[in-house]
């Protein structure tokens, strides 16, 4: 795992992390969206 991290370059380390953030605003979206569906049938 040091070794793939040690790899990267700055431009995959920004690729990843915009992935991993725009996926998890997605996912609490999601989940706030689902909340609402059943609070307010």
Same mark, same amino acid.
């Given at each position: %795992?040091? /070794?793939?991290?040690? /790899? %990267?370059?700055?431009?995959?380390?920004?690729?990843?992390?915009? *992935?991993? $953030?725009? &996926?998890?605003? !997605? &996912?609490? !979206? $999601? *989940?706030?969206?689902?909340?609402?569906?059943? !609070?307010?049938?």
């Amino acid at each position: %795992m040091d /070794k793939i991290i040690s /790899k %990267m370059n700055s431009t995959q380390w920004f690729i990843c992390l915009w *992935l991993v $953030g725009f &996926i998890s605003l !997605a &996912i609490i !979206a $999601g *989940l706030f969206r689902f909340m609402l569906y059943f !609070a307010y049938p």
